[in-house]
């Protein structure tokens, strides 16, 4: 699932007539007076983890990944390769 970011949802609002966006700015207000300031820390600690969750498994995806990159290149090879692949096509 993929996070909306603080900028599409301002793009969104701004398209909402004045008395909708104060609304909505109320319902914001009166959701976070409910939560705790330990509630909001909880919260915070958990997008963090997630998200250094997320980072690290790129970072291990690309270490798997590196390896095809450092092998050594032989463009030549790899165009008669490609060749004798569309030869045989053919």
Known sequence: MR????AEV????????????????????????????SQLQIEEEKHQAEHAARVEEF??????????????????EDIRQIREERASRL
């Open 3 to 6: 996070l909306t970011t603080l």
């Open 10 to 37: 301002e793009s969104l609002v701004v398209q909402l007539p004045p008395k909708d966006q104060l609304k909505l700015a109320e319902k914001i207000n009166g959701r976070l007076a409910q939560l705790s300031a």
């Open 59 to 76: 970072m291990q995806w690309l270490d798997e990944n590196a390896v095809e990159c450092s092998r050594p290149v032989d463009s030549a």
